[in-house]
């Protein structure tokens, strides 16, 4: 069987006995750990959960990303019609002001002449006596 056993008279595995009494042989055991621990299938299988995790932590990362960039596009976009209505109106508003202000310019215009007109006319009243 192996260098340690004795196999006394009968050939089976019954009669195999440890050479060094009953004391376990854990180098048999710390060899197959090793070659277990050098397992190229068993360094994938990490590898490959390895890089699963990353792709989903990229993938979940990727996906709030996404849903961030989406949420401040549509704030902004609010925030820009808001701005365009205000605007708007402003502009109404100013396009208001400028009518009001020519017709008050155009009532000034009217007041002055027509103050100039009697002071001549007083003038000429007080000439004439």
């Known amino acids: 069987l ?7 008279e009968s050939s089976s595995a019954i009669a195999a006995r440890p050479t060094g009494g009953l004391r376990a042989d854990y180098g048999f055991v710390a ?5 277990i621990m050098r397992d190229p299938e068993r360094e994938d299988r990490r ?6 995790h990353l792709m989903e932590t990229e993938g979940r990362m990727s996906r709030e990303a ?7 596009s549509d704030l902004v976009r609010g925030e820009v019609m808001s701005l365009r ?3 708007l ?6 396009r208001e002001l400028h009518a009001t202000d020519r017709k008050r310019q155009t009532v000034i215009s ?5 103050d100039h ?13």
């Not at 590898?47 to 699963?52: D, F, S």
């Not at 996404?66 to 401040?72: E, G, M, N, Q």
Request: overall charge neutral; hydrophobic content about 30%; glycine content about 4%.
């Open 2 to 8: 192996g260098p340690r056993y004795e196999v006394g």
């Open 31 to 35: 060899t197959m750990d090793r070659e």
């Open 47 to 52: 590898a490959h959960a390895y890089t699963r």
């Open 66 to 72: 996404w849903v961030r960039s989406t949420d401040a």
């Open 85 to 87: 209505t205000t605007v």
């Open 89 to 94: 109106s402003q502009m109404t508003e100013i």
């Open 110 to 114: 009217e007041l002055l002449r027509t």
């Open 117 to 129: 007109r009697r002071s001549t006319e007083i003038t000429e009243l007080r000439t004439a006596l």
